[in-house]
């Protein structure tokens, strides 16, 4: 009961907008469970009706469950003769002529109630299911939601695989749960009552005997729920390394073809895959050997029932109905016993999902951010230090970069170049000191204002299975068709679109897989071209390119830098002789500073680096 609540507690929230439908699931749900106590009472009565035995002990006036002194048997016995005796005229009796009453009567009886069972069923079926697959789809998009919203240090320390399983396989516990978990649980126990009462009218004492072996079939419920918890989580944690796994060759494919790594990879995803099957297998033993056990326990119950009706001469109809309520009382015994080890399942998957849930990003807004409006003065690191987790990247960093300067960076990997980066689009948070643009912190600013007066064009590329206009336009809100084209003729990328099959409509697949990379990088280009920001940042934006690329590439920087200020972070110097100034970092300071020839005049680490690349002058 605890990890059952804990899951409707964890989902109550989003069950509360289809609340109506839930009820009406649950409504048919009671409805199908009574049904079949009505079926036992329907057999029952004309099986009684059928035995000669018992016409004529009902003609002597003698009623079976009428126990003197016993007021349960005897108010019910009151209960039932009064519906008999409104139902008597529908129904066929031995030894009475047929009517046209009991003819139809006969033919229908049970049609109308396997017909209102099936439909209560069905209805309370369909129901839930519509609940629920609403019910998981909120869930999903909330768990989407949340994840859009972390910081990139979650991210840096997550697995692809293991957020993509988080966001599927984890859901799927959980509906697979509430999908047909819901409706056992009101149906079958209202089942158990009802089939419980019959039987109770028909021998309250024996079905006290009978129920004596239900305890017996909780002990196995509750110790295999409990292997099928471990086991799926064990099965959980297979799933994600295999995920992670697939995400990493398909991405790295060419490094896996051109080292030769394919048998390797599949020899570890077939590993991966027979621990899945191995967990998988010991979940569905938990899961299905419950009903045979709880089905060999009720077989008990028939024979000592056999015993009985022998023992004490009773007729053949008890017999009969008895035997059919014993049956029909344990199956939903048997339906909630699976449920159970459903339940420990999807508490599982409940859980992480409530961890995803519980993740707060690192980065958060004041709650009364001061807007931007523009860019008008320039951008101050003051007093910088930051580290990721242990690793000190910068100490006491300090740069002013006034609005109109073209700055370059400069250093080997490792010296905070990119991390300057991170921080100014306030990816992560300084340790100490302040980021200011126009003086203003950047955590008293408002996160969507203050990086809508950037554009980034980096190194790894980012482009969506979209059409290349779509992937243009994704740089401003609102872009229209004409400024998408208008964009892509700066970038000088409007002549290679034109030549694709379907021009700016042509899907370009994920990661953009179809174009070079100077093609991928001038849509980029664009893309910062659209959102005309004040402030254009260049991260390596030209380094992963052939020499004819770049020198296409880098035109089309030149004039996106036009009338901007320009952060340049390059490991091509060559690309920074346009730069108005040029710091050089090292272990997260400021080693040199200068223009481009200043620089190469001191002689000193940036001279060096320029010589390295064949630049002399």
């Known amino acids: 009961m605890h990890k059952l609540k804990h899951i409707f507690t964890f989902i109550a929230p989003y069950v509360k907008p289809y609340w109506g439908r839930l009820l009406a699931g649950l409504f048919f749900g009671v409805l199908f469970g009574a049904s079949n106590g009505m079926v036992l009472w329907a057999t029952k009565t004309l099986l009684d009706r059928l035995d000669p035995q018992t016409v004529a002990a009902t003609a002597s006036g003698t009623n079976e469950f009428a126990e003197p002194g016993n007021w349960f048997t005897e108010t019910a016995a009151s209960i039932q003769t009064s519906v008999i005796g409104t139902l008597d005229p529908w129904l066929p009796r031995m030894g009475d002529d047929l009517t046209w009453m009991q ?148 991405s790295g494919m060419r490094v896996i073809k051109a080292f030769g790594l394919e048998g390797m990879r599949v020899d570890r995803f077939r590993e991966l895959s027979q621990q899945l099957i191995r967990q998988t297998m010991k979940t569905v033993r938990s899961r299905e050997i419950v009903g045979p056990l709880v089905e060999t326990v009720s077989m008990i119950g028939i024979g000592a029932l056999i015993l009985y009706v022998v023992y004490t001469n009773r007729s053949i109809p008890d017999l009969v109905v008895f035997f059919t309520g014993v049956l029909m009382f344990y199956t939903p015994i048997r339906k909630l016993a699976r449920w159970h080890v459903q339940i420990e399942e999807a508490s599982v998957g409940a859980q992480r999902l409530m961890n995803v849930l519980s993740e707060k990003p690192d980065i958060l807004e004041q709650s009364q951010p001061k807007p931007v409006q523009g860019f008008e003065q320039g951008i101050e690191w003051s007093g910088i230090s930051f580290a990721y987790e242990e690793e000190e990247v910068l100490t006491n960093f300090n740069l002013t970069v006034p609005k109109g300067t073209k700055l370059g960076i400069v250093g080997e990997s490792g010296s905070g170049k990119s991390t300057l980066i991170n921080l100014l689009f306030r990816f992560h948070d300084p340790d100490a000191g302040a980021i200011k643009l126009d003086g203003h912190d950047l955590r008293d600013l408002s996160i969507p204002d203050f990086r809508e007066q950037m554009a980034l064009v980096s190194q790894e590329i980012v482009l969506f299975d979209l059409t290349v206009a779509e992937n243009i336009a994704l740089g401003q809100e609102g872009c229209t068709r004409e400024q998408v084209v208008e964009a892509a003729w700066h970038a000088h990328a409007h002549e290679f679109i034109e030549a694709l099959p379907e021009g700016y409509d042509t899907r370009i697949g994920e990661r953009g897989v179809t174009l070079s990379g100077g093609q991928r990088q001038r849509l980029a280009i ?74 190469l005049e001191k002689g000193g680490f940036f001279c060096g680096l320029a010589r390295a690349q064949g630049i002399t002058g």
């Open 103 to 250: 003819i139809v009567g006969g033919l229908l009886v049970f049609p109308l109630l396997v017909g209102f069972r099936g439909s209560t069923k069905f209805l309370g079926a369909y129901c839930l299911a519509w609940v629920s697959e609403r019910v998981i789809n909120d869930l999903r998009v909330a768990v989407f939601r949340n994840l859009s919203r972390l910081s990139i240090r979650f991210f840096n320390k997550s697995t692809t695989g293991d957020l993509i399983t988080r966001i599927n396989g984890d859901a799927l516990l959980l509906q697979s749960c509430l999908s047909s978990g819901v409706g056992h649980l009101v149906a079958e126990p209202v089942a158990v009552i009802s089939v419980f009462a019959g039987l109770c009218l028909i021998d309250w004492q024996l079905t006290m005997g009978v129920l004596v072996l239900f305890p017996i079939c909780v002990v196995p419920i509750i110790h295999f729920g409990k292997k099928a918890r471990r086991a799926t989580r064990r099965k959980v944690e297979a799933n994600v390394n295999q995920s992670s796994l697939a995400v990493e060759m398909f």
């Open 526 to 599: 664009a893309r910062a071209f659209v959102r005309n920001a004040p402030i254009l940042v260049l991260d390596e934006a030209t380094a992963a390119l052939d020499s004819k690329a770049e020198t296409e590439v880098q035109a089309a920087i030149d004039r996106l830098s036009e009338n901007r200020t320009v952060l340049c972070v390059a490991h091509r110097l060559s690309t920074l002789r346009t730069m108005d100034r040029i710091i050089v970092l090292s272990r997260g300071q400021t080693i040199e500073e200068g223009t481009f020839d200043e620089l």
